[in-house]
């Protein structure tokens, strides 16, 4: 039976150790070994329940399923106080810029393997509190062995389970849809002309495009639309078409950034259509269905429209998938700043150096990851809600059962292009920041911060501290006072 602090006393009569007991010397050991000492005030840490809800037709209340939790996220706002404070908080920022993983010992919460997270900020209160400088930065829990360690050729890896992706998702569509009849057929080809006009909207309307890119985009599309009618019977060749289609943008959009906007408000337009959410159609065809002759056609478009809905959605992640992958290889080949005449792409005829943007920053990298997860975790969960829905509709299990290797390659595609952004961000600058003191015009700040003004090697400094900062109108004249202006200390 558990005890209350007031019953744990001890025969002598001492109770339990007070808080005060438990803190400890607060400390971060860089991943080269060096380990560096701070002063702390108030302390906090955070992390996320990775919580999934499923409601069933005709069930009150929901299943809630967990799934683990997130990474500890402990932001510290770390002192130095002395003589030589202004040199070691210096040293600190070295110690956080250090690619690999650290171990942080917390005053309060324990000891960690951490990576720096995100913006890294300095302070140093000359007037108002000399001796004393500050740093502010978020430490990030992570596991040293989460993502596969024996790659040799990350884009070898990640292109053979999307290979392996592409064949599963084009036999489960053969398999799934019913597109026998002139009526399912009719319904199959309006729907996934609904979503070409997505697709190609979406891309349009996010950002230009390389010309030779462009041009394939287009003509893939076109082969669909004009021959739609003998495509509609080979779902085979149709799913392969589309594949090629969403595979397109992962190249021609000016930067992973953009891609990656792309993809994910393609995906949520898709996941807000009529077509990809059965749950919604029940009332309508749940009366429809006959366990001696099975699904009506009604029923049938409705499941043949989820998996046309699905085909798209994952050819969408995939293409995320293939856009990163892109980035992490120049990253790779690269000196930062620089457009490489590698990230030149199949099917592409223009050398435009947009199509060979690459992560310039840490941060980049690790949002970029972020958000791939996301979208493969939003994804997963409206598949998996589809189905279910389908249960409702299918008694015969026929339309609405998963096979499951294609969701399998696609999970494996995921995890191994985010471990490699994961990789890729412990070679890349880690972001800085700095509070303006007086206004200052971008110019003398990029000369200030970068060392020069003048483009070299395809890195202009100004150009990249406008866009990094999102400065804008009367802020690309003159930056105010007070501002927050973040940088990156560049490979030389």
């Not at 999934?52 to 500890?72: C, D, I, L, T, W």
């Not at 990656?260 to 337009?269: F, H, K, R, V």
């Not at 989820?306 to 856009?323: K, M, V």
């Amino acid at each position: 039976m558990a005890r209350t602090p007031s019953e744990l006393w001890n025969e002598s009569g001492v109770g339990i150790q007070h808080w005060r007991s438990r803190i400890r010397e607060a400390a971060y050991t860089s991943p080269k070994g060096t380990r560096k000492t701070f002063a702390y005030k108030d302390v906090s840490r955070s992390f996320e329940l990775r919580t999934k809800a499923f409601g069933f037709p005709g069930v009150p209340g929901e299943y809630v399923q967990q799934n683990s939790f997130g990474s500890r996220k402990y932001p510290l706002r770390c002192y130095f106080s002395g003589t030589y404070c202004d040199l070691e908080a210096t040293a600190f920022e070295n110690l956080l810029m250090e690619p690999g993983v650290g171990k942080l010992q917390h005053p309060l919460y324990g000891v960690f393997d951490v990576v720096p997270f995100g913006e890294v900020t300095r302070r140093d209160d000359l007037s108002t509190a000399a001796n004393q400088a500050i740093v502010e930065v978020t430490f990030w829990t992570t596991l040293r062995d989460l993502y596969p360690k024996a790659i040799t050729d990350p884009e070898n890896e990640i292109s053979s389970a999307l290979d392996r992706f592409n064949l599963a998702a084009a036999e489960q569509f053969s398999k799934l849809t019913d597109l026998s009849k002139t009526i399912q057929k009719a319904a199959a080809k309006a729907t996934i002309r609904d979503f070409l006009k997505s697709v190609g909207g979406v891309f349009d309307q996010l950002s230009d495009t390389v010309w030779g890119v462009r041009d394939t985009f287009q003509d893939i599309e076109d082969t669909i639309n004009i021959g739609m009618d003998q495509l509609i019977g080979k779902p085979l060749l149709l799913a392969e078409q589309i594949s090629d289609l969403l595979k397109a943008p992962s190249r021609a959009i000016d930067s992973i950034v953009s891609r990656l906007d792309g993809y994910a408000l393609l995906a949520n337009e898709i996941f807000g259509s009529s077509a990809s959410n059965p749950a919604t159609l029940l009332d309508d065809v749940s009366a429809a269905v006959s366990g001696r002759y099975g699904l009506t056609d009604r029923a049938k478009r409705v499941a043949n429209d989820f998996h046309i809905s699905d085909l798209f959605a994952a050819q969408a992640l995939s293409g995320a998938i293939l856009s990163t992958l892109q980035s992490t290889t120049d990253a790779q080949s690269s000196e930062l700043g620089a457009s490489t005449a590698s990230g030149r792409t199949a099917g592409a005829e223009s050398a435009d150096p947009r199509v060979s943007r690459t992560f310039l920053t840490k941060t980049d990298a690790i949002a970029s990851a972020d958000a791939l997860l996301t979208l493969s975790e939003s994804y997963t969960a409206w598949r998996d809600a589809g189905f279910t829905a389908l249960g409702g509709i299918d008694k015969t299990g026929i339309y609405q059962s998963d096979p499951g290797e294609a969701a399998a390659e696609l999970r494996r595609a995921v995890a191994l292009a985010a471990g490699n952004l994961v990789e890729v961000s412990f070679t890349l600058a880690p972001e800085k920041a700095i509070v303006l003191d007086r206004a200052r015009t971008p110019i003398d700040l990029a000369g200030e911060l970068y060392g020069h003004v003048d483009p070299r090697d395809g890195f202009d400094p100004v150009l990249f501290l406008i866009e990094t900062n999102g400065l804008s109108g009367e802020e690309r004249l003159e930056v105010p006072r007070g501002h927050k202006v973040k940088y990156y200390e560049l490979a030389a």
